[in-house]
């Protein structure tokens, strides 16, 4: 095992750090508070390839690996969690679902846009009515000739309002099942495709989060990403890569908050002296620095893991299972060691806190990890 980062590893956190700084970090606030959508930051995100970070450099990405990959994501989550996941879900589920899963014509069709992020994607699976039990989906769509005729509605869909295209499923058969529910791509500005309902949320407000909605909507079947049914099971295949992205997101928040709070501990004093150097103080710093490199150890191996072809389901959910978790955790811990101070919005804990709790629920609920955890567990030989 090698435990240290490579020369271009190191050159790659550096870029991004200096980059969040001068970019993104003086407008955090401002963005939060009046739910900025940051379109231009997203647009010099693509031209640096950070949008299209795992993919071949034949269609515009930049050939790099899952650690990599987090890497950019805990780097710009350490500043604002809001830029990283609308990275996440534009890259680890839009485009890596085409990716994975799409024809060469949807390869070459879709790919470069999003890779130089001209364009950016969303992904929508979940629904009112099916959220842990994506396979409960209600969503249709109905052959008619050579085309297929949509009808239904998303939610908790990231990008929804900014996306230029959407991979959304809906179920071709229902007696199938699971095996029943087929991935379309879908353009904006296609006849009965738009988006929702915008979400008001309690933290990543510059995210933008919210319905997709399908009336009448008719695609032709070369809109069809994957085969007919398989759907949801390329889903879960692409979810595996997906949680990786929301652990690096927990990790880099997690950062974010360790980081100021050590800094305030150092520079607050109470009794004479800095509160860094009390012992309940201290205890608090090491155990979240403790749960943090826990964290980043458990998402790199599952992310070396992916580079290495292997499948990584009970990886991936341990991952973001512990991060997402220990973020929470660590925010608290971190709003505790700021005091009164902590619950004001003068102070980057205040954010962070607020942001962390969408990791522990995000592309599977903590407690479908630990399902998605024991069924693996018990298939496994003893």
């Not at 799409?102 to 959220?131: F, H, I, N, R, V």
């Not at 087929?182 to 309690?202: M, Q, W, Y």
């Not at 997690?254 to 009794?271: E, N, S």
Request: aromatic share 8%; hydrophobic share 40%; net charge neutral.
């Amino acid at each position: 095992m090698d435990f240290d980062y490579t020369p271009e590893q190191l050159q790659l956190r550096r870029a991004v750090r200096e980059f969040a700084q001068m970019e993104i970090a003086p407008h955090v606030m401002e963005w939060d508070e009046n739910q900025i959508f940051p379109q231009q930051v997203i647009k010099k995100l693509g031209s640096l390839g950070y949008m299209g970070a795992i993919f071949p450099e034949k269609y515009g990405g930049a050939g790099l690996g899952y650690v990599e990959y987090s890497i950019i994501i805990e780097e710009l989550s350490r500043v604002d969690g809001s830029v990283g996941i609308i990275l996440a879900a534009h890259t680890s589920l839009c485009s890596n679902h085409i990716y994975k899963a799409g024809t060469d014509e949807q390869k070459q069709k879709y790919l470069p846009k999003l890779t130089s992020g001209e364009w950016l994607g969303c992904w929508s699976l979940t629904e009112p009515e099916a959220g842990s039990d994506a396979a409960g989906t209600r969503s249709t769509a109905v052959r008619d000739g050579d085309d297929w005729v949509l009808n239904g509605s998303k939610t908790f869909t990231t990008n929804a309002h900014y996306a230029d295209i959407c991979v959304g499923m809906a179920v071709t058969d229902r007696s199938a099942s699971h095996h029943g529910i087929s991935a379309f791509v879908l353009e904006k500005g296609t006849p009965g495709f738009r988006a929702g309902k915008k979400e008001n949320k309690l933290g990543l407000r510059a995210s933008d989060t919210g319905e997709v909605v399908f009336t009448d909507c008719r695609i032709p079947d070369s809109q069809m990403v994957g085969k007919q049914g398989e759907g949801f099971v390329d889903s879960l295949r692409i979810l595996d890569g997906g949680r990786i992205s929301i652990a690096a997101l927990s990790i880099g928040m997690a950062q974010g908050a360790y980081d100021a709070a050590l800094k305030y501990a150092k520079l607050r004093k109470q009794f004479g002296r800095p509160i860094s150097e009390f012992q309940a103080i201290q205890h608090k710093l090491v155990d979240m620095a403790t749960k943090i490199d826990a964290s980043r150890l458990l998402n790199y191996r599952a992310a070396t893991m992916l580079d290495a072809g292997h499948r990584v389901t009970r990886e991936s959910a341990m991952a973001k299972l512990f991060a997402s978790e220990a973020a929470v955790w660590i925010a608290n811990e971190a709003v505790q060691i700021h005091g009164g101070y902590g619950f004001i919005k003068d102070y980057p804990v205040e954010k962070f806190y607020r942001d962390v709790k969408l990791c522990t629920i995000g592309e599977g609920t903590s407690e479908i990890q630990r399902l998605v955890i024991a069924r693996q567990l018990l298939k496994e030989k003893s």
